[in-house]
């Protein structure tokens, strides 16, 4: 069955180091892949998509994610985190064909300290 | 334009009680779909529509019902609450298939059964 990872479930970084958010999805085809982002008391809002193509990928609020086949990996990353973005991170694969559902990994809590 | 919102935002039901959660969006998305959230599992499909008048179990339809009569309108039913449906749930939208489009979320209706 087709499931997503997210090993980290908290984290914790400083106000304006560098951040990492770990993700990686099973099947064997490449699925589309998601992430959000989900602020206090807020549903999810998206960051960032990847279908095809350019494996770096930009989002919003300054974040890009890398889509790494041969790890079945697409991670997350800041250079500089912001207190404002202390919040829940999903990572989510679409899966097309006959499966046709968005799995949801189960989520890394950021927290940012002063 | 408000996107998607769900009424109410919280609510204490006592077992056995029944109560219907709203969700309305003015994007015209044909897609609709309920989810639960759960501490350490990530969102979970409830039910999903795919247009005006159907509907679709996802991966934890037991205990709910739903109707879309109107195309803005996903409706959720508890017809019996049970103190494990004590969940957030979120309401999400997107224009189609939902393993490639991105899903616009409600903020959350907090469900207390006791």
């Known amino acids: 069955a087709q499931s997503v990872t997210q090993p980290d479930i908290h984290i914790t970084v400083s106000e304006g180091a560098s951040l990492e958010l770990r993700c990686n999805y099973s099947?064997?085809?490449?699925?589309?892949l998601f992430w959000y982002v989900q602020s206090p008391g807020q549903g999810l809002q998206l960051l960032l998509k990847?279908?095809?193509?350019?494996?770096l990928v930009q989002g919003i609020k300054g974040f890009e994610a890398e889509f790494k086949r041969s790890q079945s990996s697409f991670n997350l990353r800041k250079p500089s985190v912001h207190w404002s973005d202390a919040a829940e991170y999903f990572c989510?694969?679409?899966?097309?064909?006959?499966?046709?559902?968005?799995?949801f990994g189960t989520g890394t809590l950021l927290a940012v300290q002063p | 334009n408000a996107g998607v919102t769900q009424t109410p935002k919280f609510r204490v039901l006592k077992t056995g009680q029944s109560m219907t959660l709203l969700c309305a969006q003015d994007?015209?998305?044909?897609?609709m779909y309920w989810y639960r959230q759960d501490p350490g599992m990530g969102l979970r499909l409830i039910h999903y529509?795919?247009?005006?008048?159907?509907?679709a179990k996802g991966e934890v339809p037991d205990g709910y019902n739903v109707s879309r009569l109107k195309k803005q309108n996903f409706l959720l039913g508890l017809e019996s609450a049970a103190p494990s449906q004590t969940s957030v749930y979120f309401c999400?939208?997107?224009?189609?298939?939902?393993?490639?489009?991105?899903?616009?979320f409600g903020p959350g209706t907090r469900l207390l059964v006791l």
């Open positions: 990847y279908f095809s193509g350019d494996t």
């Open positions: 099947y064997g085809a490449t699925p589309y």
């Open positions: 994007m015209n998305h044909e897609y």
């Open positions: 999400a939208s997107s224009e189609q298939g939902f393993d490639s489009e991105t899903q616009y």
């Open positions: 989510a694969a679409g899966y097309g064909g006959a499966t046709n559902k968005l799995i």
């Open positions: 529509s795919v247009g005006e008048g159907t509907t």
